[in-house]
């Protein structure tokens, strides 16, 4: 689309889960699926938005599976936390491949593969119009790619969280299980809390809800959902205060 299109979004964050780049799979990486994701960005950033993204692990590892299965769960962490670099290069790679300059920021230091997280230099990039994909969560163990992305938008101050799942927002109740099941256009963090609405895990809420950071929760399965949502079109659920 132009870059004249309106939009009131100057800087957002968007997460998918590791598992958004599956395709049709059971395990790993689809590439036509990361490309098709990578064009969605593309759009948005060809509307002049600067964008961060997050992407989760679950397609390869999470480390609570590995925890379950016996491991040590800081190990298992730590693969989770690996496996979100080798997804964050992938997107890098069919995002350059569209022409959109990124750049891959690891919160574990390998500076082979991947910039160090040092926020002067993440919003610098993002001046400049890169793409930042933050990877390795938050470099710590016991928490979830959720929480690094509501962390890396309260530093970068993006003005929302675009949470692209498989649904257009946040049921009441699991829309694929039950058809009667009704979709909010806005709800607040507490209610996401109280009702256990599966938006985000729980620490990843209350980040956002002590900070006032909206979290937009949309479909990313609908061809050109998240340049029409920032456009101010579609369906979505804000989750705000
Ligand atoms: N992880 C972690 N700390 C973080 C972020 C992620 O230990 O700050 C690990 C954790 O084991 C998690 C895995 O990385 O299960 C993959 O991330 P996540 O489950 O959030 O991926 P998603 O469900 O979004 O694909």
Not at 16 to 41: C, F, N
Not at 72 to 99: C, F, H, I, K, P
Not at 103 to 109: F, G, K, L, M, Y
Request: glycine fraction near 10%.
């Amino acid at each position: 689309m132009s870059g004249t299109e309106k939009t009131a979004f100057k800087r957002v964050l968007l997460k998918i889960s590791g598992e958004a780049l599956m395709g049709d799979q059971s395990y790993g990486l689809h590439p036509p699926t990361v490309e098709r994701i990578a064009r969605e960005v593309k759009s948005v950033h060809d509307m002049g938005v600067e964008i961060c993204m997050v992407i989760g692990g679950g397609n390869v590892f999470r480390g609570l599976q590995g925890s379950a299965q016996g491991m040590e769960r800081t190990t298992a962490d730590y693969m989770g936390m690996l496996a979100t670099v080798m997804n964050a290069l992938a997107m890098q790679s069919a995002l350059e491949g569209l022409g959109v300059f990124t750049r891959v920021i690891s919160a574990i230091r390998m500076d082979e593969v991947a910039e160090p997280y040092i926020r002067r230099r993440a919003v610098r990039h993002l001046e400049k119009k890169r793409v930042c994909i933050f990877a390795a969560g938050t470099g710590n163990p016991y928490f979830t790619t959720d929480t690094a992305a509501t962390l890396r938008a309260n530093e970068m101050a993006c003005e929302a969280i675009f949470k692209g799942t498989k649904v257009d927002g946040v049921y009441d109740k699991d829309p694929v299980k039950y058809p009667d099941a009704k979709r909010y256009d806005e709800v607040s963090y507490d209610e996401v809390l109280q009702k256990h609405l599966g938006v985000m895990d729980a620490s990843a809420i209350a980040l956002a809800r002590d900070n006032n950071l909206p979290i937009i929760v949309f479909s990313l399965d609908e061809p050109g959902g998240f340049r029409g949502i920032l456009a101010g079109e579609g369906t979505y659920t804000r989750v705000g205060g």
